[in-house]
């Protein structure tokens, strides 16, 4: 069973920094970052290729950087200049098979998922 273990969400102020980290026991193709406001649908924010190829959904581009250590099986985001609007649970999800063109930060595109860490920021 794959397993998918979480950490390093937390409450900042506005223009904090976080560090999110993601270990999984499974084969990956694709791994990444999702997030989901109370209300809101969940949302692609930041993935990566076991290859280096990344995608940033735009709100996160410049202020968040997705990293990747293939040995230990664990995916970095590091978030920057943290907005209000940044406020979310924050879930890891990895693809076990290839995903198609343009469909990275698609949440339908993930089969395995974490638990989700909560990251709040306050004006």
């Known amino acids: 069973e794959v397993y998918m273990v979480e950490s390093g969400g937390g409450s900042v102020q506005a223009g904090g920094s976080l560090r999110l980290s993601c270990e999984t026991s499974?084969?990956?193709?694709?791994m990444g970052w999702f997030r989901q406001a109370p209300g809101m649908k969940r949302e692609g924010v930041a993935v990566?290729?076991?290859?280096?190829?990344?995608h940033y959904d735009d709100p996160v581009k410049g202020r968040f950087t997705i990293s990747q250590d293939n040995d230990k099986n664990t995916v970095y985001l590091q978030l920057n200049s943290l907005k209000p609007e940044d406020t979310a649970m924050y879930y890891c999800?990895?693809?076990?098979?290839?995903?198609?063109?343009?469909?990275?930060?698609?949440?339908?595109?993930?089969?395995?998922w974490g638990q989700g860490t909560q990251v709040t920021v306050s004006s």
């Open positions: 990566i290729h076991t290859g280096g190829t990344t």
């Open positions: 499974g084969y990956r193709t694709w």
């Open positions: 999800a990895a693809a076990s098979r290839p995903i198609i063109y343009n469909q990275w930060l698609r949440a339908g595109s993930y089969n395995y």
